[in-house]
């Protein structure tokens, strides 16, 4: 069992950055896919980024965040990052960090993203 704890969410202006992180309990780590997914107020939740496990890097991105947000992993640290740079107010949601293993999903409880124009 894995347990995941964001943090660094808060209020930004449009064009501003944010870099969130996902600490992460237990020893195996770093064979855990990670990802970052987002829900916005009446939506459903999507995937924003993810980033594979067990010695490589293959990171994925939603179309709307490619260019502007990047998703990195520090198996010593068992911490997860995304970057976001240059943030618009439809990034505004919750985001969630998942860790993924043997087809089994792990979910945090969230950090608010909010950027206002």
């Known amino acids: 069992q894995v347990q995941l704890v964001e943090s660094g969410g808060g209020l930004v202006q449009a064009g501003g950055s944010l870099r969130l992180s996902c600490a992460a309990s237990g020893s195996m780590f770093s064979i855990y896919a990670m990802g970052w997914y987002r829900q916005a107020p009446g939506k459903q939740r999507e995937l924003v980024a993810t980033?594979?496990?067990?010695?490589?890097?293959?990171?994925n991105y939603a179309d709307s965040v490619k260019g502007r947000f990047t998703i990195s992993r520090d198996n010593a640290k068992n911490t997860v990052y995304l970057q976001m740079n240059s943030l618009k107010p439809e990034d505004t949601a919750v985001y969630y960090c998942?860790?993924?293993?043997?087809?089994?999903?792990?979910w945090g409880k969230g950090t608010l993203v909010t950027v206002s124009s």
């Open positions: 980033i594979s496990g067990g010695g490589n890097t293959i990171t």
């Open positions: 998942n860790a993924r293993l043997f087809g089994i999903d792990h």
